[in-house]
């Protein structure tokens, strides 16, 4: 992957995983069939840099701190190394940047544990627009909360978002909504015409 990657110009900034539960079990004739492995639901996504040095802040998608760093924070940390040989010291009880850096494991604002958030959503305004409407639902949605932590981490308000493949335009939505410019591009018009839905039109 990464030689691919290196190969096309760009650079594997960051690994970084979606938890999908609405993935199916696939393929059907080694999980339902055969039952010979378990579901995968775990989708990987690489974030891609033309640079070795991307545009990102990730204090721009800071999490809320947890009870317990909350609770170090108030108590204090004892200074101490630790078995893995890492050195703990006084500044990890300090709480003054605002939130805790996520981790490359993609979390929902309102949950503790990693997104758990299926593609699978039948009652959106988009979905039921498209019902209403008899136009064909693209088949591979992702949630919003997904481009919306990395429009957030690698943009600025008024920077450009260009999506390649935009399906039914989560991202263009998405980035409209925090204030950024954005370009879509899709090879099938009537995807394209059904993402209008998620503008309201």
Same mark, same amino acid.
């Given at each position: 992957?990464?030689?691919?990657?290196?190969?096309?110009?760009?650079?594997?900034?960051?690994?970084?995983?979606?938890?999908?539960?609405?993935?199916?079990?696939?393929?059907?004739?080694?999980?339902?069939?055969?039952?010979?492995?378990?579901?995968?639901?775990?989708?990987?996504?690489?974030?891609?840099?033309?640079?070795?040095?991307?545009?990102?802040?990730?204090?721009?998608?800071?999490?809320?701190?947890?009870?317990?760093?909350?609770?170090?924070? /108030? +108590?204090?940390?004892?200074?101490?190394?630790?078995?893995?040989?890492?050195?703990?010291?006084?500044?990890?009880?300090?709480?003054?940047?605002?939130?805790?850096?996520?981790?490359?494991?993609?979390?929902?604002?309102?949950?503790?544990?990693?997104?758990?958030?299926?593609?699978?959503?039948?009652?959106?305004?988009?979905?039921?627009?498209? /019902?209403?409407?008899?136009?064909?639902?693209?088949?591979?949605?992702?949630?919003?909360?997904?481009?919306?932590?990395?429009?957030?981490?690698?943009?600025?308000?008024?920077?450009?978002?260009?999506?390649?493949?935009?399906?039914?335009?989560?991202?263009?939505?998405?980035?409209?909504?925090?204030? +950024?410019?954005?370009?879509?591009?899709?090879?099938?018009?009537?995807?394209?015409?059904?993402? /209008?839905?998620?503008?309201?039109?």
């Amino acid at each position: 992957m990464i030689a691919l990657v290196e190969e096309l110009g760009f650079y594997l900034a960051q690994e970084c995983y979606w938890y999908n539960p609405a993935k199916m079990p696939a393929p059907a004739e080694w999980v339902t069939v055969r039952r010979v492995r378990i579901k995968d639901s775990v989708e990987h996504v690489w974030w891609l840099s033309k640079t070795p040095f991307p545009k990102a802040d990730n204090r721009r998608v800071l999490r809320p701190y947890s009870a317990d760093m909350l609770r170090l924070a /108030k +108590r204090g940390v004892k200074t101490t190394v630790r078995p893995s040989g890492h050195s703990i010291t006084s500044s990890f009880d300090k709480i003054e940047s605002g939130g805790s850096i996520p981790s490359n494991v993609l979390e929902d604002q309102n949950a503790n544990d990693m997104l758990i958030v299926g593609n699978n959503s039948a009652n959106d305004p988009y979905t039921i627009r498209c /019902k209403k409407s008899g136009v064909k639902i693209h088949p591979a949605r992702f949630p919003a909360a997904l481009p919306e932590f990395f429009v957030k981490l690698l943009t600025e308000e008024g920077d450009l978002v260009v999506d390649p493949f935009a399906g039914s335009n989560t991202t263009g939505a998405v980035a409209e909504r925090l204030g +950024r410019r954005w370009i879509a591009l899709e090879l099938l018009e009537e995807y394209l015409e059904a993402s /209008k839905f998620r503008f309201g039109g």
